[in-house]
């Protein structure tokens, strides 16, 4: 049955554009549009009135507006009712013919069994071909608007059908009414849509979240994507085994789970990470390796991790993830004094890390502890903030951040020190679901 009403739906978006085969039609008719006439035509097929055909001359003096319809369109249907009202209200002035190209069987079918339809009082015209070819349409419903004269005065979608438009158009004191044009594109269901001929602009995309499998020729890496005032617009795990999936997903603007802070207890660690190198590890990323990327709008980029947590959990339910409190050997963030040396003065927002040195301007101290973590990922000990120091800070180094030894320096004219000692952190526990 599903299967019958889309084909249903095609046959009906798609415009017919030929030769109607009745005493009615020439060889070929052309399409008519806003300021042509109607020609005279006969209408042989007409039921739900006492009369089994007319002609369009019979129109002559009223405002005639057609609207196509069909039994499957639900706008169309539920329509009808008021389609109806509007014929009684303006019963003198207007005709109001509904026009279908389905057979009479499958009207009377939808009029016989919805008990709005029952006490239907206008006639229709059944088994179309010919008013369909002189107003070509591809979507449903479809208004031709017809002046008593004869001439095509407007072709308009359903929100422009009301008493107060029909009264203006027969009081000839309202604009043009805007045409309604029929936009139509194939659409295959067993596709995702961003991926046939729809015409979708990146800018169109207001949130997507999607993961793919592996992808040749690429490279593992993460990217976070920032609107102008730093919230998350994007964020994009390229080729990411488990292991990295997760520590990212995980992890967020006020903390990173580096390796050091990732705990294993799973039966098959091989699913999560490979001790493999070159094209060995290669190979392993072909079976192993799943791309994510996540798009959000200004509204929700405080919760982009969130998103994306949720959003691993439920594909890899085989796997529980939790974020738990344990005693490790860290390096440690502390203040080697009570003079406040690095408190923000203010201005705009400003950051930049590299290998050499660290800028930043008017930032929270979490955002130092991030990117120390970053630098520091393959190292045993996790970076963790003991400073607790709230406001946002300035701050300019000028070392190689990847020796201790130079960051240590760097930072000690600030007033701060990252030491070696056992400190109780938050570490991520990965484990087989039961």
């Known amino acids: ?9 095609l046959l009906c978006l798609i415009s017919v554009i030929g030769a109607a085969q009745t005493k009615n039609s020439s060889s070929s008719i ?39 319809w069909a039994t499957w369109c639900s706008p169309c249907v539920s329509l009808m009712p008021k389609m109806d009202s509007l014929q009684q209200v303006f019963q003198d002035q207007v005709r109001i013919l509904p ?13 016989s069994k919805a008990p709005k339809l029952k006490n239907l009082s206008l006639p229709i015209v059944h088994s179309d071909n010919i008013l369909r070819t002189f107003f070509p349409h591809r979507e449903l419903p479809h208004y031709v608007w017809i002046d008593p004269v004869g001439k095509v005065i407007a072709i308009t979608g359903y929100d422009q059908i ?33 991926f046939q001929a729809l015409d979708f602009q990146e800018s169109d995309v207001q949130f997507q979240s999607l993961i793919t499998g592996f992808k040749e020729g690429v490279n593992t890496r993460l990217d976070v994507i920032r609107r102008p005032d730093h919230s998350i617009k994007k964020v994009t795990v390229l080729n990411g085994y488990l ?28 699913q999560f990470v490979s001790s493999e190198k070159g094209d060995s590890f290669r190979d ?51 203040r080697t004094t009570t003079e406040d040396k690095i408190k923000s003065k203010g201005g705009s927002r400003e ?11 008017n930032c929270h101290i979490n955002l130092l502890i991030s990117q120390l973590g970053f630098f520091y990922q393959k190292s045993p000990r996790p970076v963790i903030d003991a400073t607790g120091y709230n406001d946002y800070i300035d ?3 000028i070392a190689n951040v990847t020796n201790l030894q130079e960051l240590s320096q760097a930072l000690r004219a600030y007033g701060l020190d990252l030491v070696e000692k056992d400190y109780e952190i938050e570490m991520l526990v990965i484990r087989d679901s039961q």
């Not at 008493?163 to 045409?179: E, Q, Y």
């Not at 919760?303 to 440690?332: G, H, W």
Request: charged share 25%.
């Open 1 to 9: 049955m599903i299967q019958k009403l889309y084909g249903l739906l």
């Open 30 to 68: 052309q399409a008519i549009g806003v300021g042509d006439s109607l020609p005279s035509v006969l209408l042989e097929q007409v039921m739900n009135s006492n009369q089994s055909s007319m002609h369009t001359k019979d129109f002559k003096g009223k405002m005639l507006i057609l609207d196509f």
């Open 99 to 111: 026009v279908t190209y389905q057979s009479k069987e499958e009207v009377q079918k939808l009029l």
């Open 162 to 194: 009301t008493a107060d438009t029909i009264r203006m158009m027969l009081d000839k004191t309202s604009p043009r009414l805007k045409t309604k044009k029929d936009v139509f594109k194939p659409y295959d269901r067993e596709k995702s849509m961003l």
């Open 243 to 270: 292991k990295f999936l997760f520590r990212i997903a995980w992890s967020d603007d006020t903390r990173f789970f580096s390796s050091s802070r990732i705990v294993m207890e799973v039966k098959d660690s091989t």
């Open 284 to 334: 392993w990323l072909k079976d192993h390796a799943w791309s994510y990327e996540l798009i959000v709008p200004p509204h929700l980029s405080k919760n982009a991790f969130t998103i994306m947590r949720t959003d691993m959990e439920r594909f890899f339910p085989q796997y529980q993830v939790s974020i738990e409190k344990q005693l490790r050997p860290c390096l440690v963030l502390v």
């Open 351 to 361: 950051e930049a890390f590299d290998q050499f040195g660290i800028l930043m301007q």
């Open 395 to 397: 701050l300019k180094l």
